[in-house]
């Protein structure tokens, strides 16, 4: 598969995997958007649900799918975790601890694997770089689910919010709907990944791009798993009565420049945060824990021999 977007950023290394997961609600559109980020089908689609089983509890399914992009050489392994059957009851609780949770298992495999005398130099490092959040195209706010998940989770991942089928907004209610979102986030004191940079450091072309892709957050998502011919050329879109809807042009959504993010000019900047910042506050809180359940220990067992002592 050719992917123009897998290149290493100006000045970065080379990243060889990178891992993200994205979560919304069932009818977003995700296992579209991870095909069309894969230029493959790597998620079949899914089987209308029985009506019988409508009302049925369901649970919440972790599903990484690993695939090999490939662009002039460069390889890259690119893990993508699907999370079928997230905000599907109506309570959803359990929804936010097994997503964090998954992201917590992958911190503690790599602390785990630092703490030993000899490590496994064939280890795979599954921590989880960007989490990628469908909000429905409502027009309206965030939901309380929407508020929850990224505030729990904010801590332990960098978050991209995402607005899910884009296209059934006019441009006019697309924009104001972005706006309100932002506004949400701000209230709800939510951390998102906003694109950061130092305007003492970081050279002025750096500046400049991140302040345009901060301003287009939340992303807005326009996703297809077929390609149509328009106008002679063969593209990624859907096909409308009143028109064509094309998931790679800038003007009609967003879609490419997320590519471009992930997969090209700031995938160094999301695993370098997820390892010097997100790890290292999660290894810091766990290793404090464990020191302070260690000291308890201790002190129950000098209670204990000094209970002994005084008896005899």
């Not at 290149?7 to 970065?12: F, S, V």
């Not at 960007?130 to 409502?138: D, E, G, K, S």
């Not at 028109?243 to 900047?269: I, P, T, W």
């Given at each position: 598969?050719?992917?123009?977007?897998?290149?290493?950023?100006?000045?970065?290394?080379?990243?060889?995997?990178?891992?993200?997961?994205?979560?919304?609600?069932?009818?977003?559109?995700?296992?579209?958007?991870?095909?069309?980020?894969?230029?493959?089908?790597?998620?079949?689609?899914?089987?209308?649900?029985?009506?019988?089983?409508?009302?049925?509890?369901?649970?919440?399914?972790?599903?990484?799918?690993?695939?090999?992009?490939?662009?002039?050489?460069?390889?890259?392994?690119?893990?993508?975790?699907?999370?079928?059957?997230?905000?599907?009851?109506?309570?959803?609780?359990?929804?936010?601890?097994?997503?964090?949770?998954?992201?917590?298992?992958?911190?503690?495999?790599?602390?785990?694997?630092?703490?030993?005398?000899?490590?496994?130099?064939?280890?795979?490092?599954?921590?989880?770089?960007?989490?990628?959040?469908?909000?429905?195209?409502?027009?309206?706010?965030?939901?309380?689910?929407?508020?929850?998940?990224?505030?729990?989770?904010?801590?332990?991942?960098n978050i991209i919010p995402c607005i899910a089928k884009s296209d059934t907004m006019t441009p006019r209610e697309l924009i104001e709907f972005k706006?309100?979102?932002?506004?949400?986030?701000?209230?709800?004191?939510?951390?998102?990944?906003?694109?950061?940079?130092?305007?003492?450091?970081?050279?002025?072309?750096?500046?400049?791009?991140?302040?345009?892709?901060?301003?287009?957050?939340?992303?807005?998502?326009?996703?297809?798993?077929?390609?149509?011919?328009?106008?002679?050329?063969?593209?990624r879109g859907r096909q409308y009565p009143w028109g064509v809807v094309e998931v790679e042009n800038l003007k009609h959504c967003d879609y490419a420049?997320?590519?471009?993010?992930?997969?090209?000019?700031?995938?160094?900047?999301?695993?370098?945060?997820?390892?010097?910042?997100?790890?290292?506050?999660?290894?810091?809180?766990?290793?404090?824990?464990?020191?302070?359940?260690?000291?308890?220990?201790?002190?129950?067992?000098?209670?204990?021999?000094?209970?002994?002592?005084?008896?005899?």
């Amino acid at each position: 598969m050719s992917n123009p977007d897998l290149r290493p950023r100006r000045g970065g290394k080379k990243a060889f995997q990178f891992n993200m997961i994205v979560v919304g609600a069932s009818g977003l559109g995700k296992a579209t958007f991870i095909n069309t980020l894969c230029g493959q089908q790597v998620i079949p689609r899914r089987n209308v649900d029985d009506p019988a089983q409508c009302a049925a509890e369901k649970s919440i399914a972790i599903n990484p799918i690993t695939v090999e992009l490939e662009e002039d050489g460069i390889k890259m392994q690119l893990t993508v975790v699907d999370t079928p059957g997230f905000g599907d009851n109506i309570d959803n609780s359990s929804n936010f601890n097994t997503i964090l949770g998954y992201v917590e298992r992958q911190y503690d495999d790599v602390l785990a694997e630092e703490s030993k005398i000899k490590r496994n130099p064939k280890f795979l490092d599954n921590r989880i770089h960007v989490l990628l959040y469908f909000i429905q195209p409502t027009g309206h706010s965030l939901r309380e689910l929407d508020i929850e998940l990224m505030k729990r989770l904010s801590a332990r991942v960098n978050i991209i919010p995402c607005i899910a089928k884009s296209d059934t907004m006019t441009p006019r209610e697309l924009i104001e709907f972005k706006k309100r979102v932002m506004e949400d986030i701000r209230f709800y004191d939510i951390h998102v990944y906003d694109f950061p940079y130092d305007e003492e450091d970081d050279d002025e072309e750096t500046i400049q791009e991140n302040m345009e892709l901060r301003s287009l957050l939340p992303f807005a998502i326009v996703g297809s798993d077929e390609e149509i011919m328009v106008n002679g050329r063969l593209i990624r879109g859907r096909q409308y009565p009143w028109g064509v809807v094309e998931v790679e042009n800038l003007k009609h959504c967003d879609y490419a420049r997320l590519r471009y993010v992930l997969l090209s000019s700031h995938l160094q900047d999301l695993k370098e945060i997820t390892h010097d910042v997100l790890y290292e506050q999660y290894r810091s809180e766990k290793l404090s824990k464990l020191e302070g359940l260690a000291e308890k220990v201790a002190a129950m067992h000098v209670q204990q021999s000094v209970g002994s002592f005084s008896q005899q």
